[in-house]
């Protein structure tokens, strides 16, 4: 099973500010890596996927990179809608799929 | 509009079964492989199981395997997860997940599309 590391576990950061979350994994997942946006009752929002590639919609302020085992996903200029739980994935090697334990982006 | 929309969850107690189902409208479902994700009350996500388009290839999380059963009817649009055996530790929202390109489960699976959950609380 790939292990995928989140850090930091909470990040508060001002809005208009940028914040980078990282995740690790623990064997290569070359760029088969994806993030995910989590609001309070609210289903997980696909926001990037190939590591760097943003899904439909996901506004510009969003941007993904990283290949291997390091990752990183950054917000260039918080908005009020972002504080948020981020969630990594890979899907490299199912059975299983992997998740990080996530990271909540709260408003400093 | 591209929905999921998920029913069939509630409480139940340990050793016992639940059925859910998952309703999807707006694609064209057997173009796509589905997915079950779950997350316990107040933690991350985990992976649960995963079918292809003509259910001709489907996985599980070791968590699950044995108890659990994935299958789909894509002339009723629908995607369903037979819970046997349940485990106060599956206790948990459930999410029906569509793969964004994949039709083969395995491959690539990236979760484009996610319902809302239905949750499943067990407990004696």
């Known amino acids: 099973e790939i292990v995928m590391t989140q850090s930091p576990a909470t990040l508060s950061v001002s809005p208009g500010e940028r914040a980078t979350l990282s995740c690790r994994a623990s064997?290569?997942?070359?760029?088969?890596l994806a993030w995910y946006q989590q609001k309070p009752g609210q289903a997980p929002r696909l926001l990037i996927y190939?590591?760097?590639t943003r899904a439909t919609g996901i506004p510009a302020r969003f941007s993904g990179s990283g290949s291997g085992t390091e990752f990183s996903l950054t917000i260039s200029s918080l908005q009020s809608e972002d504080f948020a739980v981020y969630y990594c994935q890979q899907y490299k090697n199912w059975l299983p799929y992997t998740f990080g334990q996530g990271t909540k982006l709260e408003i400093k | 509009e591209v929905q999921l929309v998920e029913s069939g969850g509630g409480w139940v107690q340990p050793g016992r079964s639940l059925r859910l189902s998952c309703a999807a409208s707006?694609?064209?479902?057997?173009?796509?492989?589905m997915h079950w994700v779950r997350q316990a009350p107040g933690k991350g996500l985990e992976w649960v199981s995963g079918i292809s388009w003509n259910s001709g290839n489907f996985g599980y999380a070791d968590s699950v395997k044995g108890r659990f059963t994935i299958s789909r009817d894509n002339a009723k649009n629908s995607l369903y997860l037979q819970m046997n055996s349940l485990r106060p530790e599956d206790t948990a929202l459930y999410y029906c997940?569509?793969?964004?390109?994949?039709?083969?489960?395995?491959?690539?699976?990236?979760?484009?599309?996610w319902g809302q959950g239905t949750m499943v609380t067990v407990s004696s």
């Open positions: 707006g694609f064209t479902f057997d173009d796509y492989a």
């Open positions: 064997q290569s997942v070359s760029s088969d």
């Open positions: 190939g590591a760097s």
């Open positions: 997940a569509k793969a964004k390109w994949a039709a083969v489960a395995g491959t690539l699976d990236v979760f484009d599309i």
